[in-house]
C-alpha cells in the first residue's frame, strides 16, 4: 500500500467523535463517566502539592507500584501521559519495516506514518485469529492488541510469542487488559527483551481527561523510547492515579468490573443475536464488533435517537457494515435495542 493511498483522516478518527454530549454513549469504550469516589478523593487530596514540581521520587514512587503490581522492577517501567504518548514514541525505535495488525487501534500506525516510518499492514479475515506466518519476515516491529480493538479478541501469548524473530520487537497493546477476568493471556509480567507492553488507565478507572498508561519492557527498550523527552512529562495527579490503580484493592476492583462486564457482554451478544444482529464472537473484550445491512445508516438513524456507536469502517479491514459498541448495562441495551428495532434491523 503506497503513503498516498492511506487516508490519515480514518485512522485519526477515534469514538469520542461520534458521541456528541448528552447522548447515550456507546462509541467510548470508557467505564463512567468519571473516576470512582476512592480514586477522586485521593487525587483531590493532591491539590494543594499543584504548587510544586513533581519530584524524583513522586515517579519513583509510581513506578515501584506499578513494577510491584506486574512483578517487574521499576527499571522496567516508563510512565506515559496516556498510551496515546507512547505509540507517538515508537518512531524512537527506528525500525525498518513496521507490521501493524488489522484490524486494530489505528494510533500506532498513524504515529510510524507521520514519522515517515515504512509500515506493513497484516489484515487478518475473520474470525481474527493471529497467523504469525502473515508477517513479513523483514518487519523489526510487530505492533498488535490484546484484547484486539474494535474485534474484542484476545490473542493467546504462545501464538504472540511466535512471532518473536532476532532482531524484531514486539508491542502489546494490552489496554484493555484489566477488562479481562484474570488477564490470562497478558505479557505484562515478562520480562523478554524484544517484547513491550502498553498499559493504559483511561478505561477501566474513566481517566480519559486526565491521560495516565505505562510501557513494561527492558531498561534498553525504554531508554530508547524515552530519549529526547521533556521534563516533567507527568504531572502530581497522573502520578498520584498509577500509584493509586495499582494497588490490589484497585486491581481487585478492576477484576469485579471484569466480571461485571463479561457477565454484561454475555447478556448482550444473546440480545443483539436476537435481533439478528451479526455479533462477532468469541469476544473477550468491553467492547463487541457488529455487522449489519447499512450499517452507516443504521449509525445515522441511532445517533437521531440520541445513541452513539462507533463507526468502524476507520479500522483496516472493516468497512462500512461495522459498528463498535462499548459493553453496557441492562437499561442501556434496552434503549439501543428497542431503537435498532425501531429502526427495522
Known amino acids: 500500500m503506497s503513503e498516498k493511498s492511506v487516508d490519515h483522516a480514518k485512522l485519526r478518527h477515534h469514538g469520542d467523535v461520534d458521541a456528541r454530549p448528552g447522548m447515550l454513549d456507546f462509541a467510548v469504550n470508557v467505564q463512567g463517566s468519571a ?9 483531590a487530596a493532591r491539590l494543594a502539592d499543584l504548587g510544586r ?6 515517579e519513583l514512587a509510581a513506578r515501584t507500584a506499578v513494577a510491584a503490581r506486574h512483578g517487574r522492577s521499576p527499571a522496567e517501567v516508563l510512565l506515559l501521559a496516556g498510551a496515546a ?5 515508537l518512531p524512537r525505535l527506528a525500525p525498518r519495516l513496521a507490521a501493524v495488525l488489522h484490524p486494530s487501534f489505528t494510533e500506532p500506525e498513524l504515529a510510524l506514518r507521520e514519522a515517515g516510518i515504512p509500515v506493513v499492514r497484516v489484515v487478518l479475515d475473520p474470525p481474527y485469529a493471529l497467523d504469525p506466518a502473515l508477517v513479513p519476515a523483514a518487519a523489526d516491529l510487530v505492533v498488535l492488541g490484546n484484547p484486539t480493538n474494535p474485534t474484542s479478541v484476545l490473542h493467546p501469548v504462545d501464538t504472540i510469542r511466535a512471532l518473536r524473530r532476532p532482531g524484531r520487537i514486539i508491542l502489546v497493546d494490552e489496554a484493555f487488559a484489566d477488562a479481562v477476568v484474570g488477564e490470562p493471556q497478558s505479557l505484562a509480567d515478562s520480562a523478554a527483551p524484544d517484547i513491550l507492553v502498553l498499559r493504559s488507565l483511561t478505561k477501566t478507572w474513566a481517566l480519559a481527561g486526565l491521560r495516565c498508561g505505562y510501557f513494561l519492557g527492558t531498561l534498553e527498550l525504554l531508554a530508547r523510547l524515552n530519549h529526547g523527552r521533556a521534563h516533567w512529562p507527568l504531572g502530581t495527579l497522573q502520578l498520584e492515579a498509577i500509584i493509586a490503580t495499582a494497588e490490589p484493592s484497585a486491581v481487585a476492583a478492576a477484576q469485579e468490573r471484569a466480571q461485571a462486564i463479561a457477565a454484561e457482554r454475555r447478556s448482550m451478544i444473546e440480545r443483539l443475536t436476537a435481533l439478528g444482529v451479526q455479533v462477532h464472537a468469541p469476544a473477550d473484550g468491553p467492547f463487541l464488533l457488529l455487522r449489519v445491512p447499512d450499517g452507516e445508516l443504521l449509525r445515522k438513524h441511532l445517533a437521531d435517537q440520541g445513541i452513539a456507536v462507533r463507526r468502524a469502517d476507520t479500522f483496516p479491514g472493516l468497512g462500512p457494515d461495522y459498528l463498535r459498541v462499548a459493553v453496557r448495562g441492562p437499561a442501556e441495551v434496552d434503549r439501543l435495542v428497542a431503537a435498532m428495532r425501531a429502526a427495522g434491523v
Open 35 to 43: 473516576p470512582p469516589d476512592w480514586l477522586r478523593d485521593r487525587l
Open 53 to 58: 514540581y513533581p519530584s524524583a521520587t513522586d
Open 85 to 89: 504518548e507512547g505509540f507517538a514514541m
